[in-house]
């Protein structure tokens, strides 16, 4: 294969680079585009421009692969745990028993929160939406920690290792407690001794003289969701916390700009909505074939089907939908929810409005059945996103930091607005 390519523009030929990445993906490096020829490209959404170069996570959406730091998403999903996997994609390898261990225990360790915190949470207004409220919670985590929160790279990237785990550590005890607020019910301490979905299930729905001691599968089947929604790729908000973090922004500052990209329904919270469209096709008494007819005629989106980068099936969504089986018959629930989404995706599997444009469940088809089956409230379920994503943002956030040669992301625009105008003082009759 040619090692440039050729644009011509007008009468001129230019040749640029042809970059190859290590799974033979291939892109034009135009770079220096503007600075040879004086023009720009223009890709609105980014869906044909390569951000970065990056070694975190791979994604072939074609033939619906998953590999992060080259090792497959069923691989991790089967033998691995949400805590390990965070620690691979966070530092590239697999770690030794013992610097596990030491991980483990450290995050276990910082899920004790800063008592300057908790009358933060008493100033919320308790109908304020859990995503918000973690967004400024993480960030005030920043405030209260400015010696690992300094925007000075060089001492941010000294410090990565103690700023992921009070983030990792801390996040889970976050969401608890604002969840907590919301149902206005009094703050429950972590238990270091419990696992990382255990202790979270434990802050969340543990009463004072009753200690809540969730089934190990319960908490397995958790584990997986955090490890699923792990990382993935330059997605809406990984996107959101590099473009900070290349302004030299702190962990803690891209963490939470990563939360609010990834509250919107086109992205996290699409689980919540998943879970809002089928109730409401529940509650009308339709099987979900009117739904689909509603989508088709323009009048909404089937949630949690479609993705920007998956064309075949999404890899995550294939283990999500075995693992709500399963926990579902561990727990002996019959969510009639359960039954509309398997007869929504196999009607959109045979139609042609969803084949042809290569519309498959995404990973939030079957998320928000296993967190309604384990009793977790909807309003949370975008927040269990967030804690899952918080190793890949973190990742990300170490990658822009180490490059030596990163530029802040500033991508360009064409200007469609009215050309240079006259200023009218105020009184002039014909200002609008
Ligand atoms: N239901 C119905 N039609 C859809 C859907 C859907 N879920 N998704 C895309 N389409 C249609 C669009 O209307 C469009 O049709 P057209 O060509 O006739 O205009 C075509 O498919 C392409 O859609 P785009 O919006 O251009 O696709 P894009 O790649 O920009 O969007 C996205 C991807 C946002 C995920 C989209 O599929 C969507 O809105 N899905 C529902 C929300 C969702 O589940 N989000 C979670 C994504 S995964 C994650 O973040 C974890």
Known sequence: MEDTATLRIGSQNYNFPVFMGTEQEIAVDLRHLREVTGVITLDEGYANTGSCLSEITFIDGEAGVLRH???????????????????????????????????TSRVNRSALLNEGMQPLFAGFPSQAHPMGMLAALVQALGAYSPELATNDRKL???RFDEAAILLMGTIRTLAALVSRRRRGLPMVYPNPELGYAENFLHMLFSLPNDPYEPHPEVAKAL????????????????????????????????????????????????????????????????????????????????????????????PRATIMKATCERVLRLLGHSDPLLNIASRLEEEALRDEYFVSRKLYPNVDFYSGIILRAIGIPLDLF?????????????????????????????PRQIYIGPVQREYMPLGDKSRA
């Not at 497959?72 to 999903?77: C, F, V």
């Not at 033998?79 to 030491?102: C, N, W």
């Not at 792990?230 to 590099?242: G, L, P, Y």
């Not at 909404?300 to 089907?305: E, N, S, T, V, Y």
């Open 69 to 103: 730091r080259g090792y497959p998403i069923e691989d991790l999903a089967a033998q691995s745990h949400f805590l390990e996997t965070a620690h691979l994609i966070m530092y590239g390898q697999l770690p030794a028993k013992a610097v596990l261990d030491r991980f």
């Open 156 to 158: 941010d990237l000294a």
């Open 223 to 314: 584990d997986l969701i955090f490890l699923l929604h792990a990382d993935h790729e330059q997605n809406c908000s990984t996107s959101t916390v590099r473009m900070v973090a290349s302004g030299g922004a702190n962990p803690f500052a891209c963490v939470s700009a990563g939360i609010s990209a990834l509250w919107g329904p086109l992205h996290g919270g699409a689980n919540m909505a998943v879970i809002q469209m089928l109730q409401e096709i529940h509650d009308s008494g339709d099987n979900g074939h009117l739904f689909i007819d509603a989508v088709k005629a323009g009048s909404g989106r089937l949630m949690g089907f479609g993705h920007r980068v998956y064309k075949n099936y999404d």
């Open 382 to 410: 975008t927040v269990i996103f967030a804690i899952g994503r918080t190793p890949g943002w973190l990742a990300n956030w170490r990658e822009v930091a180490m490059s030596s040669k990163g530029r802040i992301y500033r």
